[in-house]
């Protein structure tokens, strides 16, 4: 066996089912969406669940997959063993094959068969194969038709080699294939062997055969309740994690490509020695494991959290995070991985490579908050094994391990790790049950941005007033004065209902007397940051007015316990504030610079304001020009170097309108507006902006920084929308584009000024290459036609022309056909080519040969399909690709078959 590449592996396999007339279906995501039992996809046919119940119809009955998979909870919980075992892990990908109502055990077998031996190369003689102890059928063909040895193949009872849903609905038998370790034992022992489950054999191949429908629970399985299907199907997995090892001869999965430039790229962030290394492999592992886990869910929407599959996601990075302290990581490391997992999936999975910045972010944020309480969690729960070794008590209990959870959010499996590390036991029944209390007494939570009704935040709102902790005017809102401010929480919410308190990890509502936390509105985003009280901190995420007079905060509790009357510190993140109001200014001087500069007519029709960038949609009927963005650029840079003054100020509507005062397009105001104007510093009488706005701004136009537009386009008709960076974003933005002309203008041999003359002077010369190349290759074709054309074959009373040819373009083989007519009275001409590892066909008919009913797009619609692709056309010519250049000669000896078959000779 030749060592093989996981991208390698992986298409071989869905390259082989395509072959056998299956269509290769993409992968699902881990979210299955058809299963609210499922936390995650956990096998190939989960998103054919419903085709194989009669649910759901496709237009194919032949399937191929290569499906993301997630095992971390019930009974197919891999958790506690990856790291330690060498095959176990939360993450891998299942490669399955699947028939609906098409072929059955037969074929199924014989694909395995064929795929394993001849496809990936494996010695027959290292197999072993499984049947269920009644099925005569699977068993014959394995031994009568397939030609393996009596004494490979074991019948196995219903715990291994049968296969069911449910209590009832569809099942039926099963046929494993599994690797020989250890040959050398002897085909003598192989049936005994497998029937002991003995670890000589690894289960390489799952063959699934869905053959009855089970009426009612048959614990004995008699059979006596299984009626046929009417249109049995086969379901089948192989990791491909395993199969990779195998095929490369490696001891253990880790030892792949999937795994080791991970293991890798974290072995020199930790600047360990290989021999270093190897003697602590473990960490190693589990951070290879789970990083590819989070990556993959934070891909599909799986964000870290305290419920369902959110804590999956948030345990995987904890733990390995925890792996990685016992590397010697003392800083936040695992989004430096995330480049490698890319690098290793994403040529598959594209997805990842889309998301790449998304993903990175999450896991630095979550690894943050972990950081921040992960020293006192350890410390604590070495301290209570401390305790438990001098009382010479071998477990934990669960309340412990609960407080450790609900308090300083160390996931209980971390918790668990490392009891187990020092010899001890975690009272899981315990600690689900105290998990249960708070479940109960919390009402058990809900997600974040699941808003509730505005009925129950009246309600709140009016319970605080008549116990006189709010005025009749609600939450003191203060967005423009300090950022930080001392206050008491009123009340702790979940979903807009009362709770006394949270536990890290929960989402929760916190309503202040007072907040500085801006409310989204006008365009700005609301703010973020820190609520905080002694010995506990909760992450605000979001900040909401559900109802007039109630402000209320979303967030997170990531250390402590918070309570209902805490003194508290309120904190708006600082450096993100800043972000925003350098762009909410820098929006108003572009609202300006587009007026000036386009006419009077242009008016706001939204925008965002948010920390990374800014967005202004105005009324405009043309696209706006690239000279004319950069003379609005330069302006509204220009007014940032002046360093005019920004001027909040309250006054009447009226007063403001009769100003000048620009409003926003069907925005309602009241009697009291809030103006902001731009001025000179030096002369008053310049004002550059003045707008109603609620928003908040720099003092100094100069605080904004550069100002770049990053791109024009159109909303909708007559809407056109400009985006833009400002401050460190334009900072950056500007630096990658220098950097990108610089790397152009080393690699062209010129200076940056001089990058666009070169690169327009490259592609006149390339464009008169190519027109050269072209007119080389057709004339070689001809050559090469005019050689082939006097020699043409007789094909069952028909001549024909059939041949490949090196390297022809697809135009080129067109004008061949052309070619052909004119030279040959009456003929077929089929001729292929390989251009860029891809097989191009072109068959053209005589027009006599087509009244006799020789038809071009039929002809090359079958031969096509032997390369694996499509095409059709017309009578008298017609053109197909594919994607299997090694079938061209097949595909060509398919067209004489064809011919000699044809009712026209």
Not at 715 to 728: C, K, N, Q
Not at 791 to 809: F, H, K, M, S
Not at 871 to 891: I, S, T, W
Request: hydrophobic fraction near 40%; charge should be negative; charged fraction near 25%.
């Amino acid at each position: 066996m030749e060592p093989q590449t996981s991208a390698q592996v992986r298409q071989a396999f869905l390259d082989f089912f395509v072959e056998m007339g299956h269509k290769e279906v993409a992968s699902s995501s881990l979210v299955p969406g058809n299963d609210p039992t499922l936390l995650f996809a956990n096998a190939g046919m989960v998103q054919f669940k419903d085709v194989f119940l009669g649910l759901d119809q496709r237009d194919y009955t032949r399937a191929t997959t290569s499906q993301k998979c997630m095992r971390v909870s019930g009974k197919h919980n891999d958790l506690e063993n990856v790291g330690p075992s060498p095959r176990h892990h939360t993450f891998f990908e299942m490669l399955g094959n699947f028939s609906f109502g098409d072929y059955f055990k037969r074929d199924a077998i014989r694909f395995g068969y064929a795929l394993l031996t001849e496809v990936y190369g494996l010695p027959p003689e290292r197999l072993a194969f499984t049947v269920y102890e009644n099925d005569d059928e699977a068993y014959d063909i394995w031994v009568k038709e397939v030609g393996v040895d009596p004494k490979r193949v074991a019948r196995m009872g219903p715990k291994t080699n049968f296969w069911q849903m449910a209590d009832t609905g569809p099942c039926g038998p099963t046929s494993e294939i599994h690797w020989d370790k250890t040959p050398d034992m002897g085909i003598d022992s192989i049936i005994p062997m497998l029937q002991t489950e003995d670890d000589r054999f690894l289960e390489l191949w799952n063959l699934v055969f869905m053959q009855f429908n089970r009426t009612q629970a048959d614990p004995d399985h008699s059979g006596q309740f299984d009626d046929p299907l009417p249109a049995p199907g086969v379901d089948t997995g192989m990791g491909l994690e395993r199969i990779l090892s195998v095929i490369n001869g490696v001891d253990n999965n880790y030892a792949t490509d999937l795994f080791m430039p991970i293991i890798e790229a974290t072995q020199r962030l930790t600047g360990a020695s290989d021999a270093e290394r190897d003697a602590n492999l473990v960490p190693y592992r589990v951070i290879a494991d789970h990083i590819r886990a989070a990556v993959f869910m934070i891909a599909d929407g799986v964000l870290p959290g305290a419920k369902g599959r959110d804590s999956v996601c948030r345990l995987v990075l904890r733990r390995a995070a925890r792996f990685g302290a016992k590397l010697g990581f003392n800083a936040p490391f695992l989004s430096q991985l995330t480049d490698t997992v890319i690098e290793v999936m994403g040529g598959h999975y594209t997805d990842l490579v889309e998301r790449a910045d998304a993903i990175k972010k999450v896991i630095s944020q979550e690894e943050e908050r972990f950081r921040q309480t992960l020293d006192r969690g350890l410390s604590e729960l070495e301290l209570e094994l401390d305790k438990l070794a001098a009382s010479n008590d071998q477990q934990l209990s669960g309340e412990v391990a609960f407080y450790l959870k609900a308090t300083l959010g160390l996931p209980i499996q971390v918790t668990k790790d490392i009891a187990e590390e020092r010899g001890f036991t975690v009272d899981m029944a315990g600690f689900e049950a105290a998990e249960e209390t708070h479940a109960l007494r919390s009402g058990g939570g809900q997600a974040m941005g699941e808003i509730a009704s505005a009925d129950s935040y009246t309600a709140v709102l009016n319970a605080l007033k008549a116990d006189g902790l709010l005025s009749t005017e609600g939450v003191l809102y203060r967005p423009y004065g300090p950022t930080v401010i001392h206050n008491a929480v009123l009340a702790l919410l979940q979903g807009g209902t009362h709770i006394e308190d949270a536990i890290v990890g929960d989402k929760v509502e916190v309503v202040l007397g007072e907040t500085p936390f801006y409310v989204e509105a006008g365009g700005q985003v609301s703010d973020t940051g820190v609520i905080s009280g002694e010995g506990w901190r909760i992450e605000v995420e979001d900040t909401r007015r559900p109802v007039g007079g109630l402000i209320v905060h979303f967030g997170e509790v990531v250390e402590g316990r918070p309570k209902v009357g805490d003194a508290v510190t309120a904190e708006v993140a600082r450096s993100r504030r800043a972000d925003i109001t350098r762009n909410h200014t820098a929006t108003h001087l572009l609202h300006a610079a587009l007026r000036n500069h386009l006419g009077a007519h242009v008016q706001q029709r939204g925008s965002l304001v948010a920390p990374d960038r800014l967005r202004f949609d105005f009324a405009h009927d043309n696209k706006v020009g690239a000279q004319e963005l950069r003379t609005i650029e330069r302006e509204v840079n220009d007014i940032i170097l002046a360093n005019y003054e920004v001027v909040p100020k309250e006054k009447s509507l009226t007063e403001a309108r009769s100003e000048g005062a620009m409003a926003l397009f069907g925005e309602k105001y009241g009697d009291v507006v809030r103006t902001v104007s731009i001025v000179n510093a030096d002369d008053a009488e310049d004002r550059y902006s003045y707008e109603l706005c609620g928003g908040i701004h720099v003092d100094e136009t100069a605080a904004i920084g550069p100002f770049v537009i990053v791109s024009e386009g159109s909303v909708s008709a007559g809407i056109r929308r400009v985006e833009a960076l400002t401050g460190a974003g334009a900072v950056d933005y500007i630096q990658r584009q220098l950097n990108t002309v610089g790397a152009l203008a080393a690699q062209l041999s010129t200076t940056p000024d001089e990058v666009g003359d070169r690169i327009a002077a490259l592609q006149t010369d390339l464009a008169n290459s190519k027109k050269q190349v072209t007119q080389l290759q057709s004339k070689l074709a001809k050559a090469d036609f005019d050689r082939l054309v006097a020699n043409l074959e007789p094909i069952n009373g028909t001549q024909a022309l059939i041949a490949q040819l090196d390297n022809v373009p697809a135009d080129t083989l067109r004008e061949m056909s052309d070619w052909f007519r004119n030279a040959v009275k009456s003929g077929v001409l089929v001729v292929g080519s390989v251009v860029d590892d891809r097989p191009q066909l072109v068959v053209a008919v005589t027009d006599d040969l087509t009244k006799q009913g020789l038809h071009a797009g039929k002809l090359i619609k079958e031969i096509a399909a032997v390369v694996g692709g499509g095409g059709g056309g017309r009578p008298n010519m017609a053109q197909a690709g594919g994607k299997d250049a090694a079938k061209l000669p097949d595909a060509l000896q398919t067209a004489r078959q064809l011919i000699a078959a044809n009712d026209a000779n």
